[in-house]
């Protein structure tokens, strides 16, 4: 059976753990040459579990083909850097999933500048100039797809007064996410005639990974109120191998959007 991203190239942000690790190790499967790209390459670099290295030696034992490359998607070098070394290390880029976000769970009364600034720089102007430097192969090959990993958050709360019940604290990563869902719709409609499809993908449960485990999201990694990883995984990958005639600019959640295709 014919893996479906064969001599592909795909990057990957924040891969070092949690779904970034999961779809990257996904797309290696399916014949992807896949670039990892996070802050974390070793142990003790970041207090979450998980790293860059762990990702690349999962899959390299499993036959697969990924380099890691250590970054901070903050920094625009960093990032033309890490187009760059897909180019020199694999050639041009068909995927571009950009998946790593900070996030402060936090009220606004409370909330300092300087991670509004870090988390807009991570969350929205990173994915912005990855775009920017993976559209111009695209566009000369005429084919390719932008995957932006969004939440539910980006619905917000909704209208009042019942509020009590509700959790506080996501107003920013709210505000990020569906900054990102709109740059997703409108970058589709910008690349549609070149053959290059832009969605966003989240999930329809949380996922539990060792971040939303930090922030207190799920009770534990098997948390039964969640949603296993590998559900984001398929459904990006559908993103990664679909027409771009005939899928582009969906805002996807992950089960619904496997159930549309009969796959879950």
């Not at 901070?72 to 041009?92: I, M, P």
């Not at 920013?172 to 969605?199: D, P, S, W």
């Amino acid at each position: 059976m014919p893996k479906q991203l064969e001599d592909k190239v795909a990057i990957v942000t924040g891969a070092s753990r949690g779904i970034g690790a999961e779809i990257a190790r996904l797309f290696a499967r399916e014949g992807a040459s896949v670039i990892v790209a996070a802050r974390t390459m070793e142990e003790g670099q970041h207090f979450l579990p998980g790293t860059l290295k762990a990702t690349v030696k999962e899959i390299t034992a499993a036959g697969g083909n990924a380099i890691a490359v250590q970054m901070d998607l903050a920094n625009e070098a960093d990032c033309k850097r890490l187009v760059e070394e897909a180019h020199k290390n694999f050639g041009s880029v068909d995927v571009l999933v950009n998946n790593a976000a900070v996030n402060w769970y936090i009220p606004i009364k409370d909330f300092k500048v300087s991670h509004w600034r870090a988390m807009l720089a991570v969350d929205l102007t990173a994915p912005f100039l990855l775009a920017q430097f993976v559209i111009p192969e695209m566009i000369e090959r005429k084919r390719g797809a932008i995957i932006n990993i969004s939440s539910g958050a980006s619905r917000g709360p909704g209208a009042g007064p019942d509020y009590k019940t509700k959790p506080r604290g996501g107003t920013v990563y709210g505000t990020v996410k569906a900054g990102i869902e709109r740059f997703t719709q409108g970058l589709a409609h910008e690349l549609f005639e070149y053959n290059i499809a832009v969605n966003s993908l989240a999930p329809n449960k949380v996922v539990p990974t060792p971040g939303t485990l930090h922030h207190k999201l799920v009770d534990s990694m098997d948390d039964p109120r969640g949603e296993p990883p590998e559900l984001m995984a398929r459904a990006a990958l559908l993103l990664a191998t679909a027409d771009p005639k005939k899928l582009t600019g969906r805002i996807a959640y992950s089960q619904d959007f496997l159930k549309e295709f009969g796959m879950l």
